[in-house]
């Protein structure tokens, strides 16, 4: 979609570019070859003053001195009217190739509570569509997260923070329900649960799967046989040690500091992580804790959802560049978290959120993490459908290879190595 710059009269052209915005004269296409997209047609088209859609054969041209994107055969598939266009404004200036692109590769959500999974876990509701919005947006697979300390945690004054103590054996308990919740929702939308890591570099889109995470570890309630149990009989390969409550692994950003960031069963946890084949998350662990498990682990740590901050909070899930680094020092990655109120849009989400991280840890560092339906406020990406825009905002930052790392190329990485 875009507004055609043509230096034919306004009745018909053959041949014309696509812009992202309004041109005035053939004089302001932009330098940039990549930033249009240059349409032929076998017919004349009347392509008219205002935004197009345009339907065709899209190409990569390697042409050094034409454009980059062409679109053959091309016909015109609607008229977009002003005010359409007003309603998907900011999204629909961006050029459209970097939408078919990223929607090819492998493209994966390493933090997720999708389908309504948390109220599922305690048998209400039912689940809301996954598979559907995942196959529109590109999306191939989904690391998707039971929370492990939900009936205890509580939302105060704007925090969620842990109300009580658990029982003996509630939070276990609660993994008995919230595991199966899991893995109905992925029979229900009829996705595959992945096993190894041949299974993610098959995933795709078209048939999107579930990688069983947990965010948080309380469910071993300090119990190490517990990480096989999970690994057999509910095929984890994703777990987080900590959430909104200091555990018997480690402490948490959220909460005063009481056992020096990882306790030495945090440690035993991940040493096993390690030698199952389950990817170790230090999301919301402290720095302290992200230090010392960066020193027990033997394979890429993962911090699924954060950002970027340049100076220290408190009470925050964002974190220093130190902290990034300390993580993308194993190997590892760090899932950007779209929160709106850090980035309001999806723009925003791309060309800051995740180029800063890219500025501090390197490409090869940086994945994305959407936290869907587990954020407390509004979120920048709410939809999987919205997949392409976010690429196509990448693509401002980015080049094709750079951007499939970031969406899914670095967690598959990381994933090989851990699981195997
Ligand atoms: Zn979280
Ligand atoms: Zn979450």
Known sequence: MGFALTSEPMGGAEAFLLMAEPGCCPGCAPNNPSAVVE???????????????????????????????????????????????????????????????AADGLAVDIHSHAGNLTRMSYGRGGFSAVADPMRQGGLSAI????????????????????????????LYAFSQHSFPALHALAREQGMPIVRTAADLRTARSARPSVIVASEGADFLEGKIERLDEAYQRWALRHLQLTHYRPNELGDIQTEPSVQGGLTAFGAEVI???????IVVDVAHATFEGVKKAAAATT???????????????????RILPDHAKAVAATGGIIGIWPVADYFPNIVSYATDGFARMVDVVGIDHVGLGTDQLGLVGA???????????LAAALRMKFNAEETAKLLGGNYRRVFEVCVG
């Open 39 to 101: 349409v032929l047609a076998e017919r004349p088209l009347t392509t008219g003053a205002g935004a197009l859609r345009v339907s065709g054969v899209l190409r990569v041209s390697a042409d050094a001195d034409g454009w980059r994107y062409q679109v053959r055969d091309a016909e015109i598939a609607r008229v977009v009217r002003r005010r359409t266009l007003m309603a998907v404004s900011p999204l629909f200036c961006l050029p459209v190739p970097a939408v078919a692109q």
């Open 143 to 170: 690391s998707l997260a039971v929370v492990s300390d939900s009936p205890i945690i509580q939302l105060t004054n704007g925090r969620l923070r842990p109300g009580r103590d658990p029982r003996p054996g509630e």
């Open 271 to 277: 040493r096993r992580c390690n030698a199952l084949g």
């Open 299 to 317: 394979k890429p740590l993962v911090l699924s959802h954060t950002s970027l901050i340049t100076r220290p909070a408190a009470w925050t899930r």
């Open 379 to 389: 979120s920048a990406m709410s939809s999987y459908a919205d997949l392409p825009q």
